[in-house]
């Protein structure tokens, strides 16, 4: 199981930010920035490399969700958004999260 999934279930405490049926948007516990969130989605992919086509959907609102999240934390001018794919190296949770970074 993730650290991800178990934040999801509840098993460990987080800041959640944002959550969705198929989503959760937490604080990153090491920030990069001044903002350094997670978007996370609920069901547990590990890279980018094992989307299939029925995750589209799931994709897309990603994009949605850090699209409302900086609305809500007036940073929606300036925010940007990342993914590390690279197994047992950059990545190193095994369960797709866009990073989304401000410094404001
Ligand atoms: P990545 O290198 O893309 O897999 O990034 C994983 C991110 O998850 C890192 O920026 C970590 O600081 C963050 N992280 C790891 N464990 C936790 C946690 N328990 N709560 C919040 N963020 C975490």
Do not use: C, G
């Amino acid at each position: 199981m993730s650290i991800f999934t178990k934040i999801i279930n509840r098993e460990i405490p987080s800041d959640i930010i944002y959550e969705q049926e198929n989503i959760i948007v937490i604080k990153d516990i090491n920030p990069q920035a001044k903002t350094h969130l997670l978007i996370i989605p609920k069901k547990k992919i590990e890279t980018i490399n094992d989307l299939d086509n029925n995750d589209k959907e799931l994709i897309a609102d990603m994009f949605f969700v850090a699209k409302k999240v900086t609305k809500m934390l007036w940073i929606s001018e300036w925010y940007k958004l990342w993914f590390n794919v690279w197994k047992k190296w950059w990545q190193e949770v095994m369960h797709i999260h866009m990073h989304l970074l401000s410094n404001l």
